[in-house]
């Protein structure tokens, strides 16, 4: 029994509601950055802090196109997503 269950195969209900709530909190995340001129602490300058939102946006308009396209298409087997994860293992990278 664990703390929390994994759907490893969602709806496509849900899959638009997490596609979002990642354009909202990446949109928001980007106009937060663009205000304070800070992110998580950090303080940026003004030239940065404009990149680094419009990086955040670009992030929200790829989720808001995701989220009509992506649900239709299924995703990679798990065995192909955990593989690169085992490799990086092996080599000790990953601890």
């Keep these: ?5 994994i ?6 209900k ?6 979002t709530a990642c354009v909202v909190a990446f ?6 950055v663009m ?3 800070s992110i998580f602490g950090m303080a940026l300058g003004s ?5 680094v939102a419009l990086g955040l946006w670009t992030l929200a308009v790829v989720c808001g196109v995701l989220r009509f396209t992506a649900p239709t298409q299924r995703p990679l087997p798990e065995p192909l997503t955990a ?4 490799q990086s293992a092996r080599q000790g990278r990953h601890r």
């Design 83 to 86: 593989f690169p994860l085992l």
């Design 27 to 32: 949109g928001a995340l980007g106009a937060w």
């Design 7 to 12: 759907d490893w195969k969602p709806s496509q």
């Design 47 to 51: 030239d940065t802090a404009f990149r």
């Design 1 to 5: 029994m664990s703390f929390v269950e």
């Design 35 to 37: 205000w304070r001129h």
């Design 14 to 19: 849900h899959l638009r509601g997490f596609g």
